[in-house]
C-alpha cells in the first residue's frame, strides 16, 4: 500500500541519472536561424573580454574530469561540456547564450583573494572556502555530496588540509545545501566542533518549497534544465546560472545549529569577522549577504550574479518581489559599496574593484526595480501581461548592453509576467479570457475554423519556411492538442521548437525549446524510480506532513465521508486533531477530537522510515509498530485511496 509516497520531495530535491535524447533525432539550423543568431554579433559588445579575464582570474587547478558515486554511476562529468572549448557558436546555439556557457565551463579552483578560494563549475554553484585561524569555513557547500566532497578535496589538493570548523548556508534552494554531509559530519555538528549557520527560516523553506507541487515542479524542471538533452551543440548547452545539475547524486541536509534572525548581525567564527545582512523575500525566502571587513569582501549570495534571474522559475515557484529585491541591492550598495573591494556570489565569478562593485551593485539594483515599475506602469496604462512582455523588449540601453543583465537564467519576458501575475494574478480583465476552453477544445475549434487539418499544416509550413516560428508554433499547438496523433502535425511543431531553441539567448528557454522537441519526436520518457533524500524526508514536520496528504485526497470522491482522526506521534509528544469534512482534510497540532472516529499512535521516526520505503504502513499496523485505538479499516480505506502523483505528464501533448 503505497501510502506515504513522499517522493514528490525527493523528486524535487534529488537528480537521477536520465535516458538522454538521442543527438540524432535532432536538426540543422534553418537558414532563418542562422541568419538570427548572426545579427547578435553585432547586438551586443562580443569585443569586450572582461568577463573571460575575470572568470579565468586566480586559477589554481581546473577540474576537467568526473566524479562518481559509490556506485561508481556518473554524477558530474565535465568531460560532455568539451564541445565549448576554445570553439566559435554554432548555428544552432545563440552566440551571446555560447559565451556564457563558456565561461560558465571554466572549473576548478579559484583563489578570489588570500584566504578566500572558490570551487565553481563542479555543478550548478558555487562553494566558497574561507581559511579561518583554525579551520575552514564553508559556504554552500553545492548540491550533492558527491561534488562537494571532490570539490573539499580538490581544495585540499592545493591548501593545507584543515578542518571544516563553520558551514554557513546563504538561502534555502537546494544548490547552496545539498552537499553539506560530504564535507562535514553530524556527529562533529552535535558535538560542537563544527558551526550551522543559516537565515532565519531557513530550514522551513528548505524543505516545504517543493513539497506541496514537488512532482509538478520536477516535471518542469526537466525542461528547464535540459535533464533529457544530449549535451552538446543542438542539445544542453547551459543552465545559465551555471553548467547545469548532477545526476545520480546524493541531497543531504544538516539543521543549522546557528540562525541569524536580525536585519544586520555579526558573528567572529573561527577569527574571521562576518556581518550578515538578511535579504528575506528577494531571490530566497530566506537568504542572507555577508560582508569579510578584514578581507574587504563582499558575498551577494544569489542576490547579484552575472544573469539576469527569475523573478518567477520556469519550473514554477511564488513569484518573487522585484521590489524588495532592488531595495536590499540597494542596502548592500550603501553599506558595502565604498568599502568592498571585491564581490563574488554563489554563481558565476567575482567582481574585483570598488569603482566596478559600486557600478554592478546599482545595475543589478537598477534592473529589477525597472522589472517592477515599468510593469506597474504599463498595468496601469490597461496592458495586460502578454501585451507588456510585447512592449517591454529591452532592458534601457545602457543596462542592456552589460553582459550581467542579460536574459540568461531569467528573462525580461518572462519576469514581466511574473510581476504582473504577482500584482494582478491570472485573469488580465479582458472577459472573452475569464472562462477560457481547455486546449484540446480550442485546438479542435480553431482547425475547424482554419478549414481542417491540412489547411492549417499548410499556413504553419509557410510560417516555417518563413523563419516566422512563434506564429508557427501557436498554430501548431492547436492542431497536435486538437489531432495528437497527427504526425505531421508533431514533427513539424518539433521542427519549430528546435529552431526557437537554437535562436534562444536564455538557456532555460533553449532547454524548454529542445526538450518539447524532443518529446514530439520520441514520446514522453517512463517514469523512473528515484533515490529519496533520508536527510529532507526526516526534515518533514507532521504539519508538513498532514499538508502533503491533503493534496492528494480526491476530494469529489471523499466529499461524503467524514472523518474525525487522532494521530499521536510519541517520540515527539505531540497530539494532532484531523478532520476530514467535504473532501478536505485539515489539521491542529497539539490537540484531540473528544470522540474521533480513527485513533492511532505511532512514532515519528516509524512515519520517516515508511516515507523512505524502509517499510510499509500496512506492515507495521499488522505487527504493531502502528497502534490503532479505532478505526483500522476507516483509515486503511483512506490512505489506500489518495491520489498518486503523475511524474512524467504531457506538456507539449493533451
Same mark, same amino acid.
Given at each position: 500500500?503505497?501510502?506515504?509516497?513522499?517522493?514528490?520531495?525527493?523528486?524535487?530535491?534529488?537528480?537521477?541519472?536520465?535516458?538522454?535524447?538521442?543527438?540524432?533525432?535532432?536538426?540543422?539550423?534553418?537558414?532563418?536561424?542562422?541568419?538570427?543568431?548572426?545579427?547578435?554579433?553585432?547586438?551586443?559588445?562580443?569585443?569586450?573580454?572582461?568577463?573571460?579575464?575575470?572568470?579565468?582570474?586566480?586559477?589554481?587547478?581546473?577540474?576537467?574530469?568526473?566524479?562518481?558515486?559509490?556506485?561508481?554511476?556518473?554524477?558530474?562529468?565535465?568531460?560532455?561540456?568539451?564541445?565549448?572549448?576554445?570553439?566559435?557558436?554554432?548555428?544552432?546555439?545563440?552566440?551571446?547564450?555560447?559565451?556564457?556557457?563558456?565561461?560558465?565551463?571554466?572549473?576548478?579552483?579559484?583563489?578570489?583573494?588570500?584566504?578566500?578560494?572558490?570551487?565553481?563549475?563542479?555543478?550548478?554553484?558555487?562553494?566558497?572556502?574561507?581559511?579561518? /585561524? #583554525? +579551520? *575552514?569555513?564553508?559556504?554552500? !557547500?553545492?548540491?550533492? =555530496?558527491? &561534488?562537494?566532497? @571532490?570539490?573539499? $578535496? %580538490?581544495?585540499?589538493?592545493?591548501?593545507?588540509?584543515?578542518?571544516?570548523?563553520?558551514?554557513?548556508?546563504?538561502?534555502?534552494?537546494?544548490?547552496?545545501?545539498?552537499?553539506?554531509?560530504?564535507?562535514?559530519?553530524?556527529?562533529?555538528?552535535?558535538?560542537?566542533?563544527?558551526?550551522?549557520?543559516?537565515?532565519?527560516?531557513?530550514?522551513?523553506?528548505?524543505?516545504?518549497?517543493?513539497?506541496?507541487?514537488?512532482?509538478?515542479?520536477?516535471?518542469?524542471?526537466?525542461?528547464?534544465?535540459?535533464?533529457?538533452?544530449?549535451?552538446?551543440?543542438?542539445?544542453?548547452? /547551459? #543552465? +545559465? *546560472?551555471?553548467?547545469?545539475? !548532477?545526476?545520480?547524486? =546524493?541531497? &543531504?541536509?544538516? @539543521?543549522?545549529? $546557528? %540562525?541569524?534572525?536580525?536585519?544586520?548581525?555579526?558573528?567572529?567564527?573561527?577569527?574571521?569577522?562576518?556581518?550578515?545582512?538578511?535579504?528575506?523575500?528577494?531571490?530566497?525566502?530566506?537568504?542572507?549577504?555577508?560582508?569579510?571587513?578584514?578581507?574587504?569582501?563582499?558575498?551577494?549570495?544569489?542576490?547579484?550574479?552575472?544573469?539576469?534571474?527569475?523573478?518567477?522559475?520556469?519550473?514554477?515557484?511564488?513569484?518573487?518581489?522585484?521590489?524588495?529585491?532592488?531595495?536590499?541591492?540597494?542596502?548592500?550598495?550603501?553599506?558595502?559599496?565604498?568599502?568592498?573591494?571585491?564581490?563574488?556570489?554563489?554563481?558565476?565569478?567575482?567582481?574585483?574593484?570598488?569603482?566596478?562593485?559600486?557600478?554592478?551593485?546599482?545595475?543589478?539594483?537598477?534592473?529589477?526595480?525597472?522589472?517592477?515599475?515599468?510593469?506597474?506602469?504599463?498595468?496601469?496604462?490597461?496592458?495586460?501581461?502578454?501585451?507588456?512582455?510585447?512592449?517591454?523588449?529591452?532592458?534601457?540601453?545602457?543596462?542592456?548592453?552589460?553582459?550581467?543583465?542579460?536574459?540568461?537564467?531569467?528573462?525580461?519576458?518572462?519576469?514581466?509576467?511574473?510581476?504582473?501575475?504577482?500584482?494582478?494574478?491570472?485573469?488580465?480583465?479582458?472577459?472573452?479570457?475569464?472562462?477560457?476552453?481547455?486546449?484540446?477544445?480550442?485546438?479542435?475549434?480553431?482547425?475547424?475554423?482554419?478549414?481542417?487539418?491540412?489547411?492549417?499544416?499548410?499556413?504553419?509550413?509557410?510560417?516555417?519556411?518563413?523563419?516566422?516560428?512563434?506564429?508557427?508554433?501557436?498554430?501548431?499547438?492547436?492542431?497536435?492538442?486538437?489531432?495528437?496523433?497527427?504526425?505531421?502535425?508533431?514533427?513539424?511543431?518539433?521542427?519549430?521548437?528546435?529552431?526557437?531553441?537554437?535562436?534562444?539567448?536564455?538557456?532555460?528557454?533553449?532547454?524548454?525549446?529542445?526538450?518539447?522537441?524532443?518529446?514530439?519526436?520520441?514520446?514522453?520518457?517512463?517514469?523512473?524510480?528515484?533515490?529519496?533524500?533520508?536527510?529532507?524526508?526526516?526534515?518533514?514536520?507532521?504539519?508538513?506532513?498532514?499538508?502533503?496528504?491533503?493534496?492528494?485526497?480526491?476530494?469529489?470522491?471523499?466529499?461524503?465521508?467524514?472523518?474525525?482522526?487522532?494521530?499521536?506521534?510519541?517520540?515527539?509528544?505531540?497530539?494532532?486533531?484531523?478532520?476530514?469534512?467535504?473532501?478536505?482534510?485539515?489539521?491542529?497540532?497539539?490537540?484531540?477530537?473528544?470522540?474521533?472516529?480513527?485513533?492511532?499512535?505511532?512514532?515519528?521516526?516509524?512515519?520517516?522510515?515508511?516515507?523512505?520505503?524502509?517499510?510499509?504502513?500496512?506492515?507495521?499496523?499488522?505487527?504493531?509498530?502502528?497502534?490503532?485505538?479505532?478505526?483500522?479499516?476507516?483509515?486503511?480505506?483512506?490512505?489506500?485511496?489518495?491520489?498518486?502523483?503523475?511524474?512524467?505528464?504531457?506538456?507539449?501533448?493533451?
Amino acid at each position: 500500500m503505497p501510502i506515504f509516497r513522499l517522493n514528490a520531495l525527493a523528486m524535487a530535491l534529488t537528480f537521477s541519472g536520465a535516458i538522454l535524447a538521442d543527438a540524432s533525432a535532432s536538426k540543422a539550423a534553418s537558414e532563418s536561424t542562422r541568419e538570427s543568431n548572426q545579427a547578435w554579433l553585432q547586438r551586443l559588445p562580443f569585443e569586450d573580454r572582461s568577463s573571460f579575464e575575470d572568470a579565468r582570474r586566480g586559477l589554481i587547478a581546473p577540474f576537467t574530469g568526473v566524479v562518481e558515486n559509490a556506485k561508481g554511476q556518473v554524477v558530474w562529468d565535465r568531460l560532455a561540456y568539451n564541445f565549448l572549448d576554445g570553439n566559435g557558436a554554432p548555428a544552432s546555439v545563440n552566440p551571446s547564450l555560447w559565451r556564457m556557457g563558456q565561461l560558465n565551463n571554466m572549473a576548478g579552483l579559484f583563489e578570489v583573494r588570500e584566504r578566500i578560494y572558490q570551487i565553481r563549475g563542479m555543478d550548478l554553484s558555487n562553494m566558497t572556502i574561507i581559511e579561518g /585561524d #583554525s +579551520g *575552514l569555513i564553508l559556504i554552500d !557547500p553545492l548540491i550533492s =555530496t558527491e &561534488t562537494a566532497r @571532490a570539490g573539499l $578535496e %580538490l581544495y585540499y589538493q592545493h591548501r593545507p588540509r584543515k578542518p571544516v570548523r563553520a558551514v554557513i548556508y546563504s538561502h534555502s534552494h537546494v544548490d547552496h545545501f545539498g552537499g553539506v554531509r560530504g564535507v562535514i559530519d553530524e556527529a562533529d555538528v552535535k558535538a560542537g566542533k563544527v558551526r550551522v549557520i543559516a537565515p532565519e527560516g531557513f530550514y522551513e523553506h528548505a524543505v516545504s518549497e517543493n513539497v506541496l507541487a514537488g512532482p509538478a515542479m520536477m516535471r518542469r524542471a526537466q525542461y528547464m534544465y535540459g535533464a533529457l538533452l544530449p549535451r552538446g551543440e543542438r542539445g544542453q548547452v /547551459d #543552465s +545559465g *546560472l551555471g553548467k547545469g545539475t !548532477p545526476s545520480n547524486a =546524493t541531497v &543531504t541536509l544538516i @539543521a543549522p545549529t $546557528e %540562525l541569524i534572525a536580525q536585519p544586520l548581525e555579526t558573528h567572529v567564527i573561527d577569527g574571521v569577522e562576518i556581518e550578515f545582512q538578511l535579504t528575506p523575500g528577494t531571490e530566497a525566502p530566506a537568504e542572507m549577504n555577508m560582508y569579510l571587513p578584514q578581507f574587504k569582501t563582499l558575498c551577494m549570495a544569489e542576490n547579484a550574479t552575472h544573469t539576469q534571474h527569475n523573478v518567477l522559475t520556469l519550473r514554477g515557484a511564488l513569484v518573487r518581489d522585484a521590489k524588495v529585491w532592488a531595495h536590499y541591492l540597494d542596502e548592500a550598495l550603501v553599506r558595502y559599496g565604498e568599502q568592498a573591494e571585491v564581490l563574488f556570489a554563489q554563481h558565476h565569478w567575482p567582481t574585483w574593484g570598488g569603482e566596478r562593485i559600486r557600478e554592478y551593485l546599482a545595475d543589478q539594483r537598477d534592473m529589477y526595480a525597472f522589472l517592477d515599475s515599468q510593469t506597474l506602469r504599463l498595468i496601469n496604462q490597461g496592458l495586460t501581461a502578454t501585451e507588456i512582455a510585447a512592449e517591454l523588449r529591452s532592458l534601457p540601453p545602457r543596462l542592456a548592453s552589460k553582459w550581467y543583465s542579460r536574459d540568461y537564467y531569467g528573462s525580461l519576458s518572462h519576469n514581466v509576467r511574473a510581476v504582473y501575475q504577482r500584482y494582478m494574478g491570472f485573469y488580465d480583465g479582458n472577459p472573452a479570457n475569464l472562462d477560457p476552453l481547455p486546449p484540446e477544445d480550442a485546438g479542435r475549434r480553431y482547425v475547424a475554423a482554419m478549414g481542417g487539418a491540412d489547411a492549417v499544416l499548410k499556413t504553419a509550413n509557410q510560417a516555417f519556411a518563413d523563419g516566422d516560428y512563434r506564429w508557427a508554433a501557436q498554430l501548431l499547438n492547436h492542431l497536435v492538442f486538437a489531432e495528437p496523433d497527427n504526425a505531421a502535425a508533431r514533427e513539424l511543431q518539433a521542427d519549430t521548437l528546435e529552431q526557437l531553441g537554437y535562436q534562444s539567448e536564455n538557456a532555460t528557454w533553449r532547454n524548454v525549446y529542445l526538450s518539447g522537441a524532443h518529446e514530439l519526436r520520441s514520446g514522453v520518457a517512463e517514469a523512473r524510480a528515484r533515490n529519496g533524500a533520508p536527510d529532507m524526508v526526516r526534515a518533514l514536520t507532521p504539519s508538513m506532513f498532514f499538508d502533503y496528504l491533503a493534496v492528494r485526497i480526491d476530494a469529489m470522491k471523499a466529499a461524503d465521508e467524514d472523518l474525525s482522526i487522532n494521530w499521536r506521534f510519541t517520540d515527539l509528544d505531540e497530539d494532532y486533531a484531523l478532520t476530514l469534512r467535504n473532501g478536505v482534510l485539515t489539521h491542529r497540532k497539539q490537540s484531540r477530537h473528544a470522540q474521533a472516529d480513527i485513533d492511532l499512535s505511532m512514532s515519528k521516526e516509524l512515519l520517516d522510515r515508511i516515507a523512505l520505503k524502509e517499510t510499509g504502513f500496512l506492515k507495521e499496523a499488522t505487527i504493531g509498530g502502528i497502534e490503532i485505538a479505532s478505526g483500522r479499516l476507516k483509515l486503511l480505506k483512506l490512505l489506500g485511496g489518495l491520489d498518486e502523483a503523475n511524474p512524467q505528464f504531457n506538456l507539449v501533448t493533451p
